[in-house]
């Protein structure tokens, strides 16, 4: 019965692939993000869906697309992966925007 | 550019001392302020979070202490414990002339000595 859950927990590619991580939160919430956590531990948003609408869509790069087929899950597509995609992904939840945030637990992506 | 500073980077306390972390933002804009806890291979957990309307926000052993003037915001553990070791993130949310912003500070990696 985990709160916010990401499938796979470890991903390794090569450069170039696509690949998607999936995010599921069973708490009701209305608010979905992903993070990026990078080797300097720097946490920093990428994306948010309240309703499913984009409301945050920071400055990064169009190869990252966010995919929500309903409200529970948020799915992270990444095209022609690059190394400097390596890092540790987050997804997370809040009843409402800007409300207190449930992390998940995250998703190692390395990138060959 | 680091819109949330935050120091020091690491601290160490000894078991039973009191852990001081200490932010400051730039953004008037920000007008909500957590505080994130996170162990190793794990995702960050919510501690303690602040809004400016307030000058102290205690939970437990964790208290925040927030200057708005100043706009400076700080985190303190006391009677420390081994177990509070982690990375402790703070972080700022807002709306800005680019819509909302949310933003966290770099880390303070805290070890606690037994």
């Known amino acids: 019965d985990t709160a916010v859950s990401q499938t796979p927990k470890y991903l390794v590619t090569q450069m170039g692939n696509d690949k998607s991580i999936k995010c599921e939160q069973n708490?009701?919430?209305?608010?979905m993000y992903w993070y990026k956590q990078d080797s300097k531990k720097f946490l920093k948003i990428m994306f948010s869906?309240?309703?499913?609408?984009?409301?945050i869509n920071e400055t990064v790069p169009n190869r990252f697309s966010p995919k929500s087929p309903d409200k529970a899950h948020l799915n992270l597509h990444i095209n022609s992966l690059e190394l400097g995609d390596s890092a540790v992904y987050f997804c997370?939840?809040?009843?409402?925007?800007?409300?207190?945030?449930?992390f998940g637990p995250g998703t190692r992506l390395t990138v060959l | 550019q680091q819109q949330v500073k935050q120091s020091p980077q690491s601290l160490i306390v000894q078991k039973g001392g009191i852990s001081i972390i200490n932010c400051a933002y730039e953004?008037?804009?920000?007008?909500?302020f957590p505080w994130y806890q996170q162990f190793p291979g794990k995702g960050p957990a919510l501690l303690i979070a602040?809004?400016?309307?307030?000058s102290e926000k205690k939970e437990g052993r964790f208290t925040i202490s927030f200057n708005k003037s100043a706009k400076q915001f700080s985190l303190h553990i006391m009677d420390s414990q081994p177990g509070d070791s982690a990375t402790y993130f703070c972080?700022?949310?807002?709306?800005?002339?680019?819509?909302?912003?949310?933003?966290f500070g770099p880390g303070t990696r805290l070890s606690v000595l037994p």
């Open positions: 602040i809004r400016p309307d307030v």
């Open positions: 997370a939840s809040s009843p409402r925007n800007r409300d207190p945030q449930y």
């Open positions: 972080a700022a949310w807002g709306d800005d002339n680019y819509g909302q912003n949310f933003v």
């Open positions: 953004n008037t804009a920000f007008d909500y």
């Open positions: 869906y309240n309703n499913k609408e984009l409301i």
């Open positions: 708490l009701g919430h209305d608010t």
